[in-house]
C-alpha cells in the first residue's frame, strides 16, 4: 500500500478543529509548518500558540487521532518553537470564521477594527486578556455588547 | 551527568526556569480572588504564559542535565535548596497592588533579558526567548499600565503602592547579580552580563513611576541567595509544600 500525498494528509488536518475554537481548522490557525514523509513515519511540524496554552496537548492528541483514523501507522508529531507563531500565519478563511463567530480577528495596529456583530468602530479595550491566552476582551460602545479580540502577536 | 562544560548552562538555565515557575506560581494564587474578573483572568493568563515558559527553560534544562529528567522532575522533585530563582519571585503576594508592582518589576526585567536572549549562541536559548518574548511584551505592558493606574490613584491606592515599591525594591538588585554562572555564559555568549542591563532597566522603572507618581527609593540595599541558592526566604518552603504536595504524597503519580 502506498503512503498518502503529503497534500493529502494537509487536507485531513485541515477538517482537525481548534479545541477552544472550534469554528477554525488547526490549518486556518496555522500553528501546522510542515508535513513531511522519513522513510515510512509522518511527521507533522507544529508549533505552539502560546507557551503555556493548555490546549496544545489536546491539538496534539487530536491530530494523533484524526491522522490514525485515516490509517496512519507511524506518526512523530514534532514541536517547532521558532519562527515562533504568529497572528500572521491566520489564513483569510481563518480570519473570516472567527469573525462570523463573533470573534474580532488581530490586526497589526493591535486592536480589533471593527465590532464583529454590529461592525461598529467605536470601540473600547476592557481587559488585554481574555478567556484564553490568545484573546482579550474589548466592548462595542455602539451596540454596547462584549466581544473577545483575537490578540496579535 | 553535566559535563563541566554545560554545568554552567544547566544553572542558568535553572535560574530562568526557577524564576518563571516560582512567580507564576504565586500569581496563580489570585485565580478566583483577585479585586475583577477582568484582573483575575489576566492574572490567571499571565501565570499560565509563565508556567509554560517554565515548561520550555526547565524542559531544556532537564535535556542539558543528561540524566533522563523531565521539566516535571525538575520542578516537583527538587527542595529548597535546588531552587535558583530571585527572592522577589518568591516573596508572599501581599495585597493586589503588591502583586502587581512585583509583576512590573519583573516583567521589566525580563522583557530586557529576552530580548538579549535572542542574540544568544545557543540556539535553543534563542528560540525559547524568541517565544517567551512575545508573551511578555503584553505582560509589561498590562503591570507597567496597572501600576501607574494605581500609583497615580487615589490616596489609597497610591500609599499601598508606594508601600509596596519600597519593600520590593530591595530584591530588585539580585537581577543584576553575577557569579561564576554568569562568567561563563558571558564567556560562551549565551547569555550577557546581568549587570549591563541595569541601565536599561532604570530607565524603564523610572519612567513607569514618575508616570506612577512613586519614588524610587535610593537606598541599594540588596537582599540576595536566591539564584545562587545559599538562603532562600521561609516563604519558598511554603510554597513549595502546596505547588509539590501531589507528589510528596503520592510519589511518581501520573495522569
Excluded at chain 2, 497610591?158 to 537581577?175: C, I, K, N, T
Excluded at chain 2, 546581568?194 to 508616570?211: C, F, G, N, Q, T
Excluded at chain 2, 510554597?239 to 510519589?251: E, G, K, S, V
Aim: a negative charge.
Amino acid at each position: 500500500m502506498g503512503l498518502p500525498d503529503v497534500a493529502e494528509v494537509w487536507d485531513w488536518l485541515s477538517t482537525i478543529p481548534d479545541p477552544e475554537i472550534p469554528v477554525i481548522s488547526l490549518v486556518d490557525l496555522g500553528i501546522i509548518r510542515d508535513v513531511g514523509w522519513r522513510g515510512d513515519t509522518l511527521v507533522v511540524t507544529v508549533t505552539p500558540t502560546y507557551s503555556g496554552c493548555p490546549a496544545t496537548t489536546v491539538i496534539n492528541l487530536d491530530i494523533d487521532a484524526a491522522l490514525r483514523a485515516r490509517g496512519i501507522k507511524k506518526l512523530e508529531l514534532k514541536r517547532q518553537l521558532s519562527p515562533a507563531w504568529t497572528t500572521g500565519w491566520l489564513t483569510e478563511t481563518g480570519r473570516r470564521k472567527l469573525e462570523e463567530f463573533g470573534i474580532a480577528p488581530p490586526q497589526p495596529a493591535g486592536g480589533p477594527s471593527r465590532c464583529p456583530r454590529c461592525h461598529g468602530e467605536n470601540l473600547e479595550r476592557l481587559s488585554q486578556f481574555g478567556s484564553t491566552p490568545c484573546k482579550a476582551q474589548w466592548r462595542c460602545r455602539d451596540c454596547l455588547e462584549p466581544f473577545d479580540y483575537f490578540k496579535c502577536i | 551527568m553535566a559535563t563541566p562544560d554545560n554545568a554552567a548552562l544547566f544553572q542558568f538555565l535553572l535560574r530562568m526556569g526557577d524564576n518563571t515557575l516560582i512567580l507564576g506560581h504565586r500569581v496563580s494564587e489570585w485565580c478566583g480572588l483577585a479585586p475583577v474578573l477582568e484582573e483575575d483572568i489576566a492574572l490567571a493568563n499571565t501565570a499560565l504564559d509563565l508556567i509554560g515558559q517554565t515548561q520550555l527553560w526547565l524542559g531544556y534544562a532537564a535535556d542539558v542535565q543528561g540524566e533522563g529528567k523531565t521539566a516535571d522532575d525538575l520542578a516537583f522533585l527538587r527542595d529548597v535548596w535546588d531552587f535558583r530563582n530571585v527572592l522577589l519571585v518568591e516573596l508572599p503576594n501581599g495585597d493586589f497592588g503588591q502583586t502587581i508592582m512585583r509583576q512590573f518589576l519583573f516583567d521589566a526585567w525580563a522583557s530586557i533579558m529576552l530580548a538579549r536572549l535572542q542574540k544568544s549562541s545557543d540556539q535553543t536559548v534563542r528560540e525559547i526567548a524568541e517565544k517567551a518574548s512575545k508573551e511578555v511584551s503584553y505582560h509589561v505592558e498590562r503591570s507597567a499600565g496597572t501600576v501607574v493606574g494605581l500609583g497615580d490613584g487615589t490616596e489609597e491606592s497610591h500609599s499601598r503602592m508606594q508601600a509596596a515599591l519600597d519593600y520590593l525594591f530591595p530584591y530588585v538588585g539580585e537581577l543584576f547579580l553575577s557569579d561564576e554562572v554568569d562568567v561563563a555564559m558571558i564567556q560562551a555568549e549565551i547569555a550577557p552580563d546581568p549587570a549591563s542591563l541595569r541601565a536599561e532597566y532604570d530607565a524603564l522603572v523610572a519612567k513607569i513611576m514618575a508616570e506612577a507618581t512613586l519614588t524610587v527609593p535610593a537606598d541599594a540595599y540588596v537582599h540576595k541567595g536566591g539564584r545562587s541558592g545559599a538562603l532562600h526566604t521561609e516563604h519558598l518552603g511554603h510554597l513549595l509544600a502546596q505547588m509539590q504536595w501531589l507528589q510528596r504524597a503520592y510519589p511518581g503519580c501520573r495522569w
